[in-house]
């Protein structure tokens, strides 16, 4: 069986480093790895106007912001098909037939959805495309028979619905779609990359983010005012790693060599660790090695956003290139449906006799 990576994010604003560490990166290592025999990622365009239905210039204007972040981060178009969700017409066609596998009250359980609704405050008042949105993702991951989905922790459920659908489907109308396996990051700390303000989650509307194209000064100012330990008053104070702001993103961006460029006096992050918990260690030498990495890590980033934003015409072409090659597997994938469901009409005659 072919190796199919599917993965996806909403246009709803510039990429931030909890999207980075959280996916981005490792979706760089998945693509040249060269395990995988294809790979897509999705501009979830749709998903995103469950819940901007209203505002569709930011939905509009932010696959561009996407877009260059992809390629920024190193997402290379060679080995990486780059669509807009909305362009595939097969996705909202699985849906409609993936809808009568689920039932609502299966829908209002989904704990993302529980808990988007209350952010969102809904409260009774849910628009249906917004309920049904995880089916709509399950059309998103099986349309192109993924065989693997990497994303974050907060998409576990949307995953396992999606393995439902498919165990139903095929149990219902015989062996066709590929049931897909989540991918979670490694780094315990890049699973949920909490926001600079110590908060669980980086958010746009929590104002918590670093974002990929923040300007040197904007990421370092952020920095300098994270939150830390609130207990470790005096430098000589004992402090604490856990929940720990500045710890918790050396965890996931620090890298071996590291300390040998930006803080030498220490061989590696366990020994860091230790002398701010025994005491004796300030936040603001920890948080300038931080800054130091993270310029380093995103200088790059940004580097490269610059480039590509110089040549539009290439980005818009990276987007019609992909989009092209996710059609042609959604066309494949419809047909196999179509003939497991029963309703290839015009392609299988059987049905024409009395
Ligand atoms: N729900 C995902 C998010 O909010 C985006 C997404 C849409 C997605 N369709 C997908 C992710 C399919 C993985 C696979 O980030």
């Known amino acids: 069986m072919e190796k199919i990576i599917l993965t996806g994010d909403r246009p709803t604003g510039r990429l931030h480093i909890g999207h980075y560490v959280g996916s981005l990166r490792g979706r760089v290592q998945l693509q040249n790895s060269g395990e995988y025999d294809k790979v897509f990622i999705m501009i979830a365009d749709a998903q995103a106007l469950t819940d901007n239905f209203d505002n569709p210039d930011k939905v509009r204007s932010n696959i561009l912001q996407v877009t260059l972040d992809y390629l920024s981060c190193g997402i290379d178009p060679k080995k990486t098909n780059v669509f807009i969700q909305s362009q595939i017409p097969e996705l909202p066609e699985l849906t409609q037939f993936y809808l009568n596998l689920v039932t609502v009250s299966r829908l209002e359980r989904n704990p993302t959805i529980k808990s988007e609704i209350q952010m969102r405050g809904f409260d009774r008042a849910i628009p249906a495309g917004f309920l049904c949105y995880p089916v709509s993702q399950a059309a998103d991951i099986t349309f192109c028979k993924a065989t693997t989905v990497p994303v974050g922790e907060d998409q576990i459920p949307m995953l396992e619905q999606a393995r439902e659908i498919v165990r139903t489907f095929n149990r219902i109308y015989g062996e066709t779609l590929v049931e897909p396996e989540i991918l979670l990051p490694e780094n315990e700390a ?35 005012t994270m939150y830390t330990d609130p207990l470790h008053i005096q430098v000589s104070d004992p402090g ?42 300030g936040d603001v030498k920890v948080k300038r090695f931080l800054n130091a990495i993270m310029q380093d890590t995103l200088g790059e980033i940004r580097a490269r956003r610059k480039e590509y934003e110089k040549d539009l015409d290439y980005v818009y072409d990276v987007l019609v290139e992909g989009t092209k090659v996710a059609r042609e597997a959604g066309k494949e994938t419809m047909a196999d449906v179509k003939r497991a469901m029963k309703i290839d009409y015009f392609d299988n005659t059987d049905w024409l006799k009395l």
Request: include cysteine.
């Open 190 to 224: 890049s699973l949920r990359l909490p926001g600079t303000d110590g908060k669980a989650k980086m958010s746009k509307s929590l104002g918590n983010c670093i974002y990929l194209s923040d300007e040197p000064e904007v990421i370092k100012q952020k920095i300098m």
């Open 240 to 281: 604490h790693i856990e929940g720990n702001t500045v710890f918790t993103y050396l965890d996931a961006f620090c890298r071996p060599d590291d300390f040998e460029r930006f803080l030498p006096e220490y061989a590696n992050l366990d020994e860091l660790k230790a002398h701010y918990q025994k005491g004796g260690l």
